[in-house]
């Protein structure tokens, strides 16, 4: 564990060096690149969003990683403790409640958006596409990282399925656990990714955890690994997912929960 906790430690200052960095050392290799980004055309929402800094480091950390990279796997051995439950883990909104009464039976993924063919998967749908089984890391924001095996269907094989509009930018997942009570009203977990991390190959909606299925503190019935990127960018207890151009309109605007809270929106590691 400990052992463990020092990589984490490395990986999130090595993320901040690059944000600090990225602004002025590769300041000229990046604006070099423009030229050749015919998509970022001026006044699109995408070409806004990359000229403030938070854009910056996910330009410029995509562009160090580059798109396909993937993310470290293990072997069953460097499984050492069970994963780490964190935030919400047990939500107490009734309508989760009541789906967890029924095992799941009533519960849909429901994929809206901006898709030709919208869709509302069962467990059993879900189960019986192919899968995908990966060994990870799953490095948490607050410092501390957990290895487990994680099974699930790739997202890209549901984003197929449901055709994606070309328009769609970003996959918005919706989730049924309620994160904060104000008095302004209750807040359920969101968050976004966009299509290349979507479509990347250890991109899994995961229904297993280490050989059983998922518990309800780790997301059950359904939660996304995206493991390039930090634990706060995989949303557990999923309901939806939504193909959206753009996320300006929901919650405070920055794409998540946490993202609305001060996180960056690319929480790359
Ligand atoms: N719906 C939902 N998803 C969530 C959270 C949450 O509170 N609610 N917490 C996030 C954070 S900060 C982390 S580190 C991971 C924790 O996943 P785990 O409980 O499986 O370790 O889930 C992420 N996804
Ligand atoms: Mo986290």
């Keep these: 564990m400990a052992k463990l906790e020092i990589n984490s430690n490395f990986q999130i200052s090595r993320r901040k060096f690059l944000t600090g960095a990225s602004v002025g050392a590769s300041g000229i290799m990046l604006s070099g690149c423009d030229a050749f980004d015919s998509h970022l055309s001026i006044g699109s929402g ?4 990359l000229e403030n800094a938070n854009g910056l480091t996910y330009r410029a950390q995509r562009f160090l990683a580059g798109r396909d990279r993937l ?57 019986n596409m192919p899968s995908r089984t990966q060994i990870t890391r799953h490095d948490c924001v607050e410092g501390w990282s957990c290895i487990a095996k994680w099974t699930g269907t790739p997202l890209s094989l549901i984003l197929d399925q449901a055709v994606v509009k070309p328009q769609a930018r970003y996959v918005m997942f919706h989730c049924l656990d309620t994160i904060d009570r104000s008095l302004s009203g209750d807040i359920k977990y969101y968050g976004t990714i966009d299509l290349i991390d979507a479509r990347h190959p250890q991109t899994i909606l995961a229904y297993g955890l280490n050989g059983k299925p998922l518990p309800v503190e780790n997301g059950a019935p359904l939660r996304v690994r995206v493991e390039r990127q930090l634990g706060y960018k995989m949303p557990k207890y999923l309901s ?24 960056d929106w690319y929480g790359g590691i």
């Design 71 to 127: 993310a470290p796997e293990f072997s069953e051995a460097d499984i050492r403790q069970p994963q780490r439950p964190n935030g919400v883990t047990s939500p107490d909104d009734d309508d989760y409640k009541a789906l967890l009464a029924n095992n799941f039976a009533d519960w849909r993924l429901e994929v809206s958006g901006l898709v030709e063919k919208p869709l509302s998967l069962s467990h059993e749908q879900l189960t």
């Design 240 to 263: 939806k997912i939504e193909l959206v151009d753009g996320f300006a309109d929901v919650g405070g605007g920055r794409g998540g929960y946490w993202e609305d809270n001060g996180y």
């Design 46 to 49: 995408l070409r806004s969003f």
